[in-house]
């Protein structure tokens, strides 16, 4: 058998008929019904030979693109001591994620989540002075995150494979160029990968730090929420946007503040009905409340990772708007939010569901942060922290001062964008990479110093870049698949060519050999269905795999035509079956 020719007979591969049971997303039942991957427990999979084939094209597209900015492949283990983690304080920051274990000698171990401390310490061996400097390493490895909802196949694994890169510089010049290098070979590599992307701002998170962009892949099914500015360019994700304040107002000029009693008020919308009910008046005549002049207060607990007891936060939004709990999430991190529960309220009787106020929090010495548009001199109705009692015209400034703002509302479009060029519209997306300028963080916890020019240490600054690679697999389904099944494009694709034996005929089956043996000779990938199954069978199959560019070896060949067809487009057309390896391959 010539290389390069894979025969379906052959091939270690079932396809399914039926959508798995579990898969909500397209790229999960495609990927699983085509025999790409199985799943063997929640977030982890397996990868049958057609899958690894993709995986590989993605690693050596990965790996040409991290070489081509001077970036050099390392390989750390998976299993890692808990030390370095401690150093850098994440063996407890991590919390849940972490997967922990413990050795015979009950000496703590993790499985590596991400590889900032091992680098860093590997850098700090190998290096002395300045002339090391700068330095790009890198390495595709199998990462663990025990995540909270592993969903979508292995679009979110427990076990997946990220490539993540780290750059040491000297200076934060040097770090802002490795970082530019990075965001031109991702730019680079997702085009490469037909994955189209957006990048968008975001926010360091767990990890501290500065500039930070995600490349996200626009889909429906995506986690992601960003939102973009048409008009400016601006795009983020939701959790990075920042609210924009509006200008500080006179406090003199405010009526004083008054509680009114407000039965039957549990939502905003029969609070704001009853306060127009009050014939409430200024200057210019009766006055009407929305409930964007409400001010809701929501009641979370914190806790730091490590800390053992859960801390009461008071979060204030404008009315009319939600707390979006992902963005609150990020803007606490590293420490973790809860709702309160019934138990809380029961601990905490002064809090007093429906009615809380800013008045009532302070008093009791809760730690109270509101949205930036809550600013001096704006006045609000909110709770009066007695049952069926509310406040109107409470001034921020006057009668109550917050501890502090906090991006916890939810950004919608139509919202002003930060860069005050337009306004926001949102969209969905899947993460395919970060890159991010650290800093000198992890050098500073572990020691990473240099000898500069004039022999005084300095420390190292630093750069952390992931690209999910097993992730890709999916998005690039998730973007390139129909009702059929998957579309590969031609550089991941398993195989170039899906060649088709239509009959039963002898004739055909020499055909097909031949044709299959020249593009093998060619330097082309072919699959080469010989198995005696119906036409029908093997070009569904054909369709569901998704191989770029099928031929098929059927009734014309009697006329000396094959017919080929493009996967994504559909086209067809016939070909005489002497110029059908030319035609493939660019030959003559
Ligand atoms: P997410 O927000 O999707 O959880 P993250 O912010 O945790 O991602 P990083 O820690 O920056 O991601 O990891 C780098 C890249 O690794 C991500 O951009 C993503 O492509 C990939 N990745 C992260 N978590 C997973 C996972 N559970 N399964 C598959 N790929 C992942
Ligand atoms: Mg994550």
Redesign the pocket.
Known sequence: MARGVTRMSDLFLRTLREDPADAEVPSHKLLVRAGYVRRVAP?IYSWLPLGMRVLKNIERLVREEMDAIGGQEVHFPALLPKEPYEASGRWTEYGDALFRLKDRKKADYLLG??HEELFTLMVKGETSSYRDFPVILYQVQT?Y?D?ER?RAG?????E?V?K?SYSFDLTDEGLAESYAAHRLAYQRLFSRLGLEVQIVSAMS?AMGGSASE??LAPCETG??TYVRSPESGYAANVEAVTTPAPPEQSIADKPEAVVYDTPDTPTIDTLVAHVNTLGLRDGSGARTFTAADTLKNVMVKTKLPGAAEWTLLGVGVPGDREVDMKRLEASVSPAEVALLDDADFAANPFLTKGYIGPVGLAKNGVRYLVDPRIVTGTAWVTGADEHGRHVVDLVAGRDFTPDGTIEAAEVREGDPSPDGVGTLVAARG?????I?QLGRKYAEALGLTAAGEDGRPVTVTMGSY???V???VAAIAEQHADAKGLVWPREVAPFDVHLVIAGKDAAQSAAAETIAAGLAEAGLEVLLDDRKASPGVKFADAELIGVPTSITVGRGLANGVVEVTERATGDRREIPVDEVVGGLTGGS
């Open positions: 977030g989540p991400t990462k995150r995540e592993p292995i679009l979110r694994g427990r997946f990220m993540d998170g995600e490349f986690e992601d899947i993460e395919m990479g970060h991010f992931g690209v999910g097993s992730r890709a």
